[in-house]
Nanobody, 122 residues
Framework: QVQLVESGGGLVQAGGSLGLSCTASGHTISTYTMAWFRQAPGKEREFVGRISGSGNSMVYADPVQGRCHMSRDNAKNTVYLQMNSLKPEDTAVYYC???????????????WGQGTQVTVSS
């Protein structure tokens, strides 16, 4: 069983930067693809980005393309999300997820963190 804990959320001004961390315990995440999702008030959860187990491959959603960068340190069992040029529409609870698996026509992530709040003021 893997437990994921996000940290680093907070209040920032538009145009500023924020770095989030996701630290895993219970099992190594070195072989897991990891992802970040976010959910804003009144909206459905949306994909932000994912990073392969080795850290060699990253994919980002269009709204954050060019403004976010994912990285990981498998020795620390930690994944990072660096967000730059933040906009008010980036305000959301950000969730870390691990280990996607194909199931019933879609990918499902087996493990989720509790989320960390990111608020961008205008």
């Amino acid at each position: 069983q893997v437990q994921l804990v996000e940290s680093g959320g907070g209040l920032v001004q538009a145009g500023g930067s924020l770095g989030l961390s996701c630290t895993a315990s219970g099992h190594t995440i070195s072989t897991y693809t990891m992802a970040w999702f976010r959910q804003a008030p009144g909206k459905e959860r949306e994909f932000v980005g994912r990073i392969s187990g080795s850290g060699n491959s990253m994919v980002y959603a269009d709204p954050v393309q060019g403004r976010c960068h994912m990285s990981r340190d498998n020795a620390k069992n930690t994944v990072y999300l660096q967000m730059n040029s933040l906009k008010p529409e980036d305000t959301a609870v950000y969730y870390c997820a691990a280990d996607p698996r194909w199931r019933d026509g879609t990918y499902e992530y087996n493990y989720w963190g509790q989320g960390t709040q990111v608020t961008v003021s205008s």
